[in-house]
């Protein structure tokens, strides 16, 4: 890992692009989904948006209640 600075140094090729293994991780895998299969990477799993208002409760919540009694909550529901 160190050797290889992180995989900056290996190059490897992905949809036919050339890029270091540290670039595949950091975006090209991502770019790759979302020209593929956009609606699986825009979907739920990846905004917050998707659930609007329980989103802005929930950060109140947690605010106010504080990271343990909010973690207690999540894991009951």
Sequence with gaps: YVGDDAGRKVRVKLDG???????????GLAAMIRKEDPSFWLGSWTHVEAI???AEVEQKLYRSEGAYQSFDR???E
Excluded: A, F
Aim: glycine share 6%; no cysteine.
């Design 74 to 76: 999540w894991m009951e």
């Design 17 to 27: 692009k050339e890029m270091t293994l540290y670039e595949l991780w950091n975006k």
């Design 52 to 54: 609007g208002d329980q």
